[in-house]
């Protein structure tokens, strides 16, 4: 029997069970065996339980957990002078940790700790109380140890290729048949490809999300249901020009599995760090790609393209392809000037640095600058361009693919659409019967009414494009019109511009090298 000592204990049972005893199957520690063990032990030494504390799930080399975080403050309240635990691991096994707590923390605020199977109590002389930190010791090796068996089992599988992530990627699935293998999501694929045509299109990450967002496509964080503190992309739909770039610069969309991109700093510090890019864990064609390697490689070549082109009042089609021919930097294109109505460009090196003259201005009429490039452009497309192969090659790509993806998105619209007549149709019947009130009933009709227009819209141009796609003799008009428009630079965009230059040159002495994206096509 426990001795009294004379003091009456109001007892704490704490009990915990790491996702890593549970994955060894380990019967003894768990979370219904450590009760009616020390519920047994209560028993036995006639003493009164205050409250049961359990953290299942939680691992024993980090102390922020629920319940123990509970049991610290019925401690600090008074509300409880005895804390038991099977031993001393289900306290912890960060032995700074642990022995902070046994040496310090219950003497302080008059706690008695009971480990029963290791014979350890604190109120005690005995000599198992004197290797009480060895004991904590070898539960700190213990948990290091079986952190880099885990970690070494992750590796082993992601070397094969399997996918061992916690969520997936957006636009993929655990495939429901095995776990580490990875199944597309039909409508979030189409959001994906979406994006990266919108890319090669010429758009910004910023134009792109505020598309998508004016659009209401649900983000990722919506599907996943992300509960971050102020996540604005869950609670309002919100599309983040970093989301846009993170699924444009990702290689697990053409079938490659990309892993070991972060990691933790140690198995007692939770915080997470990203890897260097050389200790990527990178398998070829692990799963089906949801975009051709031509498309995603020429995206990576545009992205330097369409980096940095903020939303302004004007935007100019060489934004982000200017370059200073004499320090490699950027150029960039300020603000049109009210006084002449006139813009020029300058070197953000020596704008940056203008006091220590590192570089000259560089600056010149853009306008100007721009009617020089579309007329050399016009002359290169002139002399060396085939026009018949850039037919065949655009009647290649309006393939079967493009008006499947189409129809798929087509359903998707359907649905959304469908959906928001019957909210529409729902919330009118509320305010018949006076459920909600006419201000609460407007307001909601004119945020579901926008969104209806917009799916409205897209799916009206979606049906035009496919019934299109089955007109031959329209689909060689638009061809040979948009070949003579596209070979005279009659009507030049961002998209063609992006298409036909890598980047331009600008020299202080007005030396202009324009480096062009094709060869003799």
């Given amino acids: 029997m426990l001795e009294s000592l004379n003091k009456i204990y109001n007892v704490g049972i704490y009990i915990r069970l790491s996702r890593e005893d549970n994955d060894k199957q380990m019967m003894s520690e768990s979370i219904t065996n450590q009760k009616s063990l020390l519920l047994q032990y209560v028993k036995e030494n006639n003493l009164r339980v205050y409250d049961i504390y359990i953290d299942d799930g939680y691992s024993g080399t980090n ?56 014979n350890i109590d604190t109120f005690l002389d005995n000599s198992n109380n004197d290797i009480a930190p060895f004991k904590a010791i070898m539960n700190d090796m213990y948990a290091k140890d079986i952190s880099k068996k885990i970690k070494s089992s992750l590796r082993a599988k992601q070397k094969e290729g399997k996918f061992v992530g916690g969520r997936t990627p957006f636009g993929y699935n655990q495939d429901p048949n095995d776990k580490n293998h990875l199944v597309i999501n039909e409508e979030q694929s189409l959001v994906v490809k979406r994006i990266f045509d919108m890319c ?9 999300a505020k598309q998508l967002t004016i659009e209401g496509v649900k983000t990722p964080a919506q599907y996943y249901s992300f509960e971050w503190k102020n996540n604005y992309n869950l609670k309002y739909g919100q599309w983040h020009s970093k989301t846009i770039r993170d699924i444009l610069t990702n290689q697990m969309y053409i079938g490659d599995m990309v892993q070991n991109r972060r990691s933790k700093v140690n198995y007692k510090v939770k915080k997470v760090i990203r890897n260097n890019p050389k200790d990527y864990i990178i398998i070829e064609n692990t799963h089906e790609p949801i975009i051709d390697k031509d498309s995603f490689y020429e995206v990576q ?10 939303e302004k009042k004007e935007n100019h089609l060489l934004d982000g392809l200017l370059y200073c021919g004499d320090c490699g930097h950027r150029i960039s294109i300020q603000a049109r000037r009210k006084k002449d109505n006139r813009c020029y460009t300058i070197c953000n090196y020596y704008r940056t640095y203008m006091k220590q003259k590192l570089c000259t201005t560089h600056s010149n009429n853009y306008d100007e600058l721009e009617k020089v490039i579309i007329n050399s452009l016009t002359n290169m497309c002139l002399k060396y361009i085939n026009k018949d192969k850039i037919k065949n090659n655009a009647l290649n790509n309006l393939d079967e693919n493009n008006k499947i993806n189409s129809e798929k998105e087509l359903e998707i619209l359907t649905s959304d659409i469908k959906q928001i007549n019957d909210n529409l149709d729902i919330i009118y019947i509320d305010k018949l019967n006076k459920k909600i009130t006419e201000e609460q009933f407007e307001r909601v009709k004119v945020k579901l009414e926008n969104e209806l227009n917009i799916k409205q819209k897209r799916y009206n141009e979606l049906n035009i494009f496919i019934n299109d796609n089955n007109n031959e003799e329209f689909k060689n008009k638009m061809i040979n019109d948009y070949i003579n428009k596209f070979l005279s630079m009659e009507v030049p965009n961002r998209e063609l511009i992006i298409n036909l230059i890598d980047k331009i040159e600008i020299f202080e002495d007005k030396t202009i090298n324009i480096k062009v994206s094709f060869s003799k096509l």
């Avoid at 002078?81 to 040496?103: A, H």
């Avoid at 070549?301 to 903020?310: D, F, L, S, T, W």
């Fill in 63 to 118: 102390f922020d957990r629920p319940d123990f975080n509970r049991l610290l403050n019925d401690i600090e309240l008074g509300r409880i002078n005895m804390v038991i635990t099977k031993d001393m691991s289900r306290l912890g096994r960060d032995y700074i940790g642990t022995g902070n707590l046994i040496e310090k923390y219950f003497p302080e605020h008059n706690v008695r700790y009971i480990a029963v199977t290791d």
């Fill in 200 to 208: 090669l299109e010429g758009l910004s990450f910023f134009k792109i």
């Fill in 301 to 310: 070549k545009r992205i330097p393209k369409n980096v940095g082109r903020n």
